[in-house]
């Protein structure tokens, strides 16, 4: 199981959060790019943690998918 990735389409560009990981974020001008950038900030955030000796946090979030009318 992975992380959840929050991507949303602003007014100018697209942002990404990652919800069990705070502060992991990423902007970007298109979809592509930002997840692109998303899953980069994933990797580094968490090499950082187990170079600081930090426990790695277990997945808690998952994906639902919207229907659309």
């Not at 979809?31 to 790695?56: F, M, S």
Request: with cysteine; proline share 10%.
């Amino acid at each position: 199981m992975g992380y959840a990735v929050i991507i949303e389409n602003g007014p100018t560009s697209y942002g990404a959060h990652v919800p069990d990981l705070p502060g992991c974020v990423a902007a970007a001008e298109t979809r592509d790019e930002v997840y692109a950038l998303i899953l980069e900030a994933i990797e580094l955030y968490l090499e950082t943690l187990k170079e600081d000796g930090l426990p790695v946090p277990e997945p808690q979030s998952y994906e639902l998918v919207q229907a659309h009318p």
